[in-house]
């Protein structure tokens, strides 16, 4: 609906936790953000089986409805577009569900359980004809639109060679309660799914070409954890006498890469890495340069590119306003961004993909992609020899 030259959309969300109140900062942020668009998204209704959680959101962000019924936020006749921000087993359902209500949905990733999970969900929306959003986050660091146009202008020759890693210890302790997470049939796959997806993303995004075959190695290095007692999403509480049960997916994975056109890349990563905070980056090396970010200073960038490259190595560049969509955020260089603001960002892309009709966003096509790529590296695991990506 248009009024006063503004175009209000109308948005629902599906799960209403930590991810969901993001999803929900993020849309209101994007008023203020980009307020040169003039698209206002409007806080409609919010799903969640547990009252709390709705309550907490209606309160926190404004939302006029709630329930405890994904469908009625999928019937409301004032919800434009949607926010799926579920467990990851629910996924597929509720986004084929929003498909076939015409609803384009902002989904998480991994997008299903499966690669065929994940192909049946880019069926629906390809069938219903709609723009989609998944969160792939770290492809909106304005380090990374600078990085991606240095690729592009050249500046790094032909690119030769990526190395990219995704370290984290938010598992590592092993009296972590067995949530979903760590179950095959709820979480999928371990970290291939839920870290290195964004690290097959990011690295696609830059190169610019998709993974053609690849040979992995993971390992489950904490194979049992507790039962989970009283409390819900990031808050579950273990009891000491809770029994131990099996981990069902991996703590690990290294993958060796090839893409299309030639270049080759490692990928490397861990849920149980102690001393690996948020240790997200990725290295590019090209035949007359190289960059390197890391999500933990995402606000700065190594380069190495020029005439005297060889001859001084890598020099730091921080962000300023010519990174990527910096400038709406901060009015001067040093100056940091945080990983809400590169949700603003996403959440602008999948907005303006819904008010315009085209795909600006992630999509879930790139979603299915590296879902393909992880269920490649499971079955290169499986079979100790080179996988194609199907």
């Known amino acids: ?48 089986p547990v009252a709390a959680n709705t309550e907490a959101a209606q309160r926190q962000f404004g939302y006029r409805e709630t329930t405890a ?10 919800v434009e577009a949607v926010s799926i921000c579920a467990p990851n087993f629910l996924h597929r359902d509720f986004a084929v569900a929003a498909a076939q209500a015409g609803k384009p949905f902002w ?23 709609l723009v989609t959003g998944v969160g792939f986050t770290y492809r909106h660091a304005p380090a990374i639109e600078y990085a991606k146009e ?12 990526l190395r990219c890693k995704l370290n984290a210890d938010y598992s590592a302790d092993p009296r972590g309660a067995r949530t979903w997470r760590f179950e095959r049939a709820k979480g999928g796959s371990g ?22 075959l690849v040979s992995a190695l993971t390992d ?50 861990t849920r149980v890495g102690i001393g690996a905070r948020c240790d997200y980056g990725i290295e590019i090396h090209g035949t007359a340069g190289a960059l390197s970010w890391n999500f933990e200073r995402m606000n700065e960038i190594e380069i190495c590119s020029g005439p005297t490259a ?63 790529i992880a269920a490649a590296a499971e079955e290169s695991q499986e079979s100790g020899a080179w996988a194609e990506v199907r």
């Not at 989904?107 to 299903?112: F, R, S, V, Y």
């Not at 240095?150 to 060679?161: C, E, Q, Y």
């Not at 400038?327 to 602008?348: C, H, N, T, Y």
């Open 150 to 161: 240095l690729i592009l202008s050249g500046a790094l020759g032909r690119v030769t060679n």
């Open 191 to 212: 970290v291939l799914g839920d870290l290195l997806s964004h690290g097959f993303d990011l690295a696609q995004y830059l190169v610019g070409a998709p993974i053609a």
């Open 220 to 269: 489950t290095f904490i194979k049992e954890r507790p039962l989970p007692g009283a409390g819900i999403g990031h808050n579950v509480q273990v009891a000491d006498d809770a029994p131990l049960v099996p981990v069902e997916n991996e703590d690990y994975a290294a993958v060796l890469a090839r893409f299309a056109g030639g270049v080759v890349g490692t990928f490397e990563s």
């Open 107 to 129: 989904i998480e990733k991994p997008m299903g359980v499966s690669a065929a999970q994940s192909a049946e969900i880019v069926a629906a929306a390809d069938s219903a004809g």
């Open 1 to 48: 609906m248009t009024t006063d030259g503004i175009r209000r959309l109308g948005i629902g969300l599906i799960s209403a936790g930590w991810m969901g109140r993001l999803h929900s900062r993020a849309y209101l942020a994007i008023r203020d953000k980009y307020a040169d668009w003039n698209i206002r998204p409007e806080l409609i209704i919010v799903a969640d």
């Open 69 to 78: 019924d994904y469908r009625e936020v999928l019937a409301h006749p004032d």
């Open 310 to 372: 060889r001859d001084y190595g890598y020099t730091r560049e921080l962000s300023d306003a010519r990174f990527g969509d910096f400038a709406r955020f901060q009015p001067g260089a040093g100056m940091g961004l945080s990983f809400d603001d590169l949700k603003v960002i996403e959440g602008s892309r999948f907005v303006r993909s819904v008010v315009t009709g085209k795909q600006l966003a992630a999509s879930a096509a790139d979603a299915l992609s590296t879902a393909r």
